[in-house]
């Protein structure tokens, strides 16, 4: 299954290959004008945005960077997923989604009951086998999921909610994905568990998401194919067992698994991704370059482009959209500051002028959620799903 050339390296310390195009470089966005009061709210989330920003480079620099002794195999990592065959096609590095998904092995346990329905918390054992041979990644941890079903009806459809980078508490995510107001709409709502966060943190990790984000491209990368091999589970469980639309909507991180799957898979019959990436080495120099370390003079583990070519294989913008174009949609923040508006703005124009909504804002202030629900919900309506 798992191609051996895609495992082999070249010298240690040596520039990673040039031939391998990186992906464009993002351009800058022009908005659309807003009013004053909500310039304002924009703002205040931009400046709100910055402040954590300065935290989460501290963590970056305590955490994320490796030290000189780590650099060389930081290098070999990136090799791995540098072969022709998958640069030539990334979906390569999917190659499990050319198989019938199995039937999940599934337990569940009543949480608590809702108007109308219930919320059960589900495991499904996970039966992953890594791309790179030797890799630790968490085939022996169950997929958790937060499932809110209406009972003794059928549901419109089924929302999988994909949360953000050290997320994975559903009770947050809940709020954050706003599965109150799908599930009230008549959705069944599946708060799906990232590998590596919330309860599926690693003991040794020390906070949750950190082992998803580790300083190793390959491993990474495995975190991610490993979650977009579980997403495909819940879709088609979710699928079979209603036989209604069953669609995502990713918050972040999330957003980014769920644009990167509407480039994997022309089954989902929505996709909404919020403040989503599309180019993960694009955001490491970010945070980087803002680091103390460089600011000294410290050098770069890999340079800009070497880090856009690295993780170019699951970006979603390295994958044409399966997906009709009319079932997609991006929320984006105007004053986002950790997901910069360039990100949604080239995701919408590699979807070929994709419908986007840009609200009032930023990355953790979201001005205006009512307006994002109306817009989703909208979007569903035009679908027929709601």
């Known amino acids: 299954m798992h191609n051996d050339a895609a495992k082999s390296t070249a010298n240690r310390g040596a520039t990673l290959s ?20 909500s310039r304002l709210f924009t703002e205040i989330g931009t400046t709100l945005d910055g402040t954590v920003l300065r935290a989460m480079q501290f963590v970056v620099e305590r955490a994320l960077i490796p030290d000189g002794e780590h650099v060389d195999a930081l290098r070999d990592s990136a090799r791995a997923l540098l072969t022709p065959e998958l640069q030539d096609d990334p979906r ?4 499990f989604l050319d198989e019938a998904p199995r039937p999940p092995r599934l337990s569940r346990r009543l949480r608590r009951r809702i108007d109308g329905g219930a919320v059960h918390d589900c495991r499904i ?3 992953y086998v890594p791309w790179l041979r030797g890799a630790d990644g968490a085939a022996a941890t169950p997929i958790h999921v937060e499932l809110w079903h209406h009972e003794g009806i059928r549901p419109r459809g089924t929302v999988v909610a994909l949360h953000g980078f050290t997320m994975g508490r559903p009770r947050v995510d809940a709020v954050m994905l706003m599965a109150h107001q799908w599930y009230e709409r008549g959705l069944d709502v599946a708060l799906f568990t990232l590998p590596y966060h919330g309860a599926r943190t690693p003991q040794s990790a020390r906070f949750s998401g950190e082992h998803f984000a580790v300083p190793d491209v390959s491993r990474l990368s495995e975190a991610v194919r490993e979650a977009v091999y579980e997403i495909r589970r819940v879709v088609h469980w979710r699928r079979e067992e209603t036989g209604a639309p069953v669609g995502l909507i990713g918050l972040s991180l999330g957003g980014y698994l769920a644009a990167l799957m509407g480039g994997l898979c022309s089954d989902l019959d929505f996709v909404v991704p919020i403040v989503p990436p599309v180019c993960i080495g694009d955001l490491a120099w970010r945070f980087f370059e803002n680091t103390r370390h460089h600011r000294e ?3 770069a583990t890999l340079s800009k482009d070497e880090l856009r070519r690295a993780f170019r294989v699951h970006s979603p913008l390295a994958h044409a959209l399966r997906v009709p174009r009319e079932r997609v949609l991006i929320v984006a923040g105007r004053g986002d500051r950790v997901v910069p ?10 979807w070929g002028q994709s419908d986007i909504h840009w609200f009032s804002g930023s990355h953790l202030a979201p001005f205006g959620r009512a307006r994002v629900v109306q817009a989703i919900a909208r979007h569903l309506r035009t679908l027929r799903i709601l």
């Open 125 to 127: 054992r996970s039966d």
């Open 18 to 37: 040039t031939a391998v195009r990186p992906l464009d470089p993002l351009p800058p966005v022009e908005l659309p004008r807003e009013g004053w009061s």
């Open 341 to 350: 508006p360039e990100h949604p703005a080239a995701l919408c124009r590699h």
């Open 92 to 95: 390569l590095f999917f190659d």
């Open 297 to 299: 003079g410290g050098e």
